[in-house]
């Protein structure tokens, strides 16, 4: 059966955190634009993606959310922390550890209840989204002007005019495997995923005998444990699974109200009958290319690295595993190989942002925020293009390179970061390094209007920034590759890579103790200091074309010059 096409401005594929974002700040931005979201889903359910990061919670704040809203519903993360563990390790309380704050408060978001809480924004600004519209690419017309979506929905087929197509579909990047543009087998790097969700976990807040005071509860960080297979994720999570999607509904429309008094927590899971619960969301994640044990089973990892990283035998001592918390999850679920990304971005009328761009990696949690990034710059572009009539893929030749320049960026970051759990004091290195470029470039504490230095990867695309980033990169893969060959590695030690550390710390240290204001770690950790950062200053993208680099990087210079 089918009823008569709807003709929209733009449509949205998928209303995850990203297409909800794109769509509210295009209608704040254009409130003439007719813009639907089609979502295959039957409503906003869960998701892996917990840990934000300053430049999502802002996103969330800029779209009209109020922080305090935040606050009730999810945990608060001040934070990521490191501890390097290996087998010598005994507990946590002795293992190295490093400590990053957030810029601002930050939290650990259960999926459903964030997607549902951008949902009812969207809806409050007038963006429609339409469930359970699954969108069929190869029945579907992509053309600038004039695309055409079929969707399955279950009364049948739905035809939906667009001028503009945003695939924000997530993994399944509904447009890059149409035009056979994704890319996930043969990416080198790869990593792999395994988690399952906890109660009755011991708070690392009782734990006795920490060699430092952390500014904040060590609960309120996002904790890394690392070691040369890979990393585990520490994440607390307050669940509003036992809440019916109608309840829930109901009390995020009205926390969305921009008037409605502030209740506390308890006081909105009564009125709304909304029961909520502490569980904590733990994950591994490996190397595909030093791992060998979650080829047996996502369970078969959990309780290798449990016997040989004393470290998560502690963390996980009396934690009770939920089974059936999250309807369709397996108790211990995985993903493998999930770094992906599509050769092609934009096409004639369509782009993509998001997860349907790219995703390489949890550790540091950068996939929303990285997400954002894209999301942002696309409302810009297509504001642009919609003022000057041209749909057409030409059009969105910077977007498209910006997006490949985020990903090579990030992708290089984040091989750093893996590479850093060679040696405990390279972590340390490394997260100064990163937070180095990331405050000094980051916009003071502000909400709105949400700008391009507000995401937190922004100072790691300015040019300077990157071609030390390149030098890390290249003496850590060197050694890397020369201790490899020397041993295989579970024999390789902290020691084989101290001439890792005399490289990096010749080929960095002096930047880094020059700018040492910016790392605000545990040492000197005040609040204070995250406020005087830098940044005020940056009112407009600096982001520059790479071809046009070499003619044009006056403005990156100008901000790339104060660190
Ligand atoms: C193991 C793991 C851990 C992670 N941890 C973190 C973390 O701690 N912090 C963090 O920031 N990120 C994390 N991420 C990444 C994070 O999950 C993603 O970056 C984020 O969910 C992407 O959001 P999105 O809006 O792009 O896509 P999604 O949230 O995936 O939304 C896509 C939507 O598109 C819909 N859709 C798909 N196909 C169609 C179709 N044909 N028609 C209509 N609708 C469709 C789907 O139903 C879905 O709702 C993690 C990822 C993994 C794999």
């Given at each position: 059966m089918y009823s008569k096409p709807m003709n929209h401005d733009v449509a949205v594929i998928g209303a995850g955190p990203q297409g909800l974002l794109f769509a509210i700040w295009l209608k704040r931005e254009r409130p003439s634009l007719n813009?639907?979201?089609?979502?295959?889903?039957?409503?906003?359910?869960h998701k892996i993606g917990e840990s934000t990061l300053s430049g999502f919670c802002r996103a969330m704040r800029?779209?009209?959310?109020r922080h305090e809203v935040l606050q009730r519903l999810f945990y608060t993360k001040n934070g990521l922390g490191f501890f390097y563990s290996d087998t010598n390790t005994s507990d946590l309380q002795t293992a190295p550890e490093y400590i990053t704050e957030t810029f601002d408060e930050t939290f650990q978001v259960e999926r459903r209840t964030c997607d549902s809480l951008l949902?009812?924004?969207?809806?409050?600004?007038g963006v429609s989204v339409l469930w359970h519209h699954r969108v069929k690419p190869n029945e579907s017309v992509f053309s600038a002007g004039a695309n055409r979506l079929e969707c399955e929905t279950p009364r049948g087929r739905v035809a939906i005019n667009a001028r503009f197509v945003v695939?924000?579909?997530?993994?399944?990047s509904v447009l890059g495997r149409h035009f056979s543009r994704y890319c996930e087998s043969n990416v080198p790097f790869q990593t792999s995923a395994a988690w399952a969700y906890f109660k009755n976990v011991k708070w690392l807040n009782q734990y006795q005998g920490w060699r430092n005071t952390a500014e904040f509860p060590r609960d309120e960080y996002t904790q890394h444990i690392c070691f040369k297979e890979g990393w585990v994720w520490y994440i607390p999570i307050i669940s509003w699974q036992k809440a019916t999607d109608d309840n829930l509904m109901e009390m995020l429309n009205y926390l969305a109200t921009p008037d409605s008094p502030m209740l506390t927590r308890d006081e909105l899971s009564q009125k709304f009958n909304?029961?909520?619960?502490?569980?904590?969301?733990?994950?591994?994640?490996?190397?595909s290319d030093r791992d060998q044990v979650l080829a047996q089973g996502p369970q078969a990892a959990f309780e290798h690295y449990k016997r040989k990283i004393p470290a998560l035998t502690t963390l996980l001592d009396g934690a009770e595993i939920l089974k059936d918390h999250y309807p369709n999850h397996n108790p211990y679920a995985v993903r493998k190989n999930f770094r992906r990304f599509a050769q092609q971005i934009t096409g004639d009328g369509w782009l993509l942002i998001g997860d349907a761009a790219f995703f390489i990696d949890p550790l540091r949690s950068p996939g929303l925020t990285g997400g954002v990034a894209t999301a942002y710059y696309a409302v810009q572009e297509i504001l642009g293009a919609l003022d000057e009539g041209n749909l057409s893929r030409s059009r969105f030749d910077r977007y498209e390179a910006y997006v490949q320049d985020l990903f090579d960026m990030l992708e290089e970051q984040n091989q750093i970061a893996y590479m850093s759990h060679n040696h405990p004091q390279a972590i340390s290195l490394v997260r100064r390094f990163g937070e180095v470029s990331s405050r000094g470039h980051f916009n003071g504490i502000c909400d709105e209007p949400y700008q391009m230095a507000d995401t937190n990867v922004w100072g790691h695309l300015c040019p300077k920034h990157r071609q030390r980033q390149r030098i890390v990169w290249k003496i850590m893969r060197e050694e890397e590759v020369e201790v490899g060959a020397r041993s295989p590695i579970e024999e390789q030690e902290p020691k084989d890579y101290e001439r890792m550390m005399f490289r990096l710390r010749q080929a960095v240290g002096g930047h880094l103790d020059l700018h040492m204001s910016l790392t605000p770690y545990i040492m000197h950790n005040k609040r204070e200091q995250i406020q005087l950062s830098p940044t005020k200053a940056i009112a407009k993208p600096y982001w520059v074309h790479p071809a046009q680099r070499k003619h044009n990087v006056r403005s990156a210079n100008l901000i790339a010059d104060r660190i």
């Open positions: 813009i639907v979201i089609l979502d295959r889903a039957e409503s906003p359910g800029s779209t009209g959310i949902v009812a924004n969207a809806n409050r600004v695939d924000a579909s997530g993994p399944s909304c029961p909520y619960e502490q569980i904590w969301s733990i994950g591994i994640v490996l190397r």
